[in-house]
Each structure stands twice: as structure tokens, then as C-alpha cells.
């Protein structure tokens, strides 16, 4: 149990320069594009959560802070399927965080993992807007 503490220990001591390096890189972009989002979409039901989904994959945030902003989009008259997109892809892909992953886990793992939740982003705000049109 020692030999895996001290193999851990090693581990982050390694990454923590990319670890520090992402982070900050996050914060940027976040604050960069913070007041961008809305000037963004077009209106257009079916090219807007494309958008929604590039934008949350460039941003990467907590999930807390998406909705925050996602709140903010709707009040602007965004749609909520591109809402929804945004807020999926916002937490679950990180295109910021790919070199620390790829260094970690491996490059194809994260180009893999980042597109199958790319896909799976668009398709699960599609499937909820849809819920919520028939439910209500």
C-alpha cells in the first residue's frame, strides 16, 4: 500500500505543472468568452445546439457554473435545445483539458472519450427538449 501511496504521490507531482498550466487556460477562456455566448447563436433551431455544443466544449466548466449560465442564454432568448447542448457539453467535454488527459490516460482515449460526448451531448439535449415538449 506504501509503493502505490508513493507511485500516486509521483504521479501528481508530475502532472501538477499541466494540471496548473489547464487550469489557467480554462480560466482564460472562460473570461474571454463570458459575455460572448449569446452573440453567438443565430435563431436557427437546428444550427443553434451545434453552436451550444462548441461553445460548452470550448468553456469547460463545473456544472454548477453552467447553469448559471445557461440560465443567462435562455433569459437572452436562446433555445433550449441549444441550452441543453451547452450545458452537456460545458461539463462532460473538455477540449482545454485533452492534453492533460491525453497525458494521463492516453491520446486516443481522449479524442474518443471527447467525441462519443460530443455525440451523445447532442443527442441527449435532443431527446430532453423533446421530453419536456411532450410532458408540458
Known sequence: MKQAFLQTINLFKSMLPMLVGVLLLV???HQLFKNQ???WFTGNYFLDPFIGALAGSISFGIPITSYVAGGEL???GISLLAVTAFIMTWTTVGLVMIPLEAASLGR???VVRNLLNFVFALLVAMATVYTVVILS
Open 27 to 29: 480560466s482564460l477562456m
Open 108 to 110: 486516443r482515449f481522449a
Open 74 to 76: 435562455l433569459h437572452a
Open 37 to 39: 455566448y449569446q452573440h
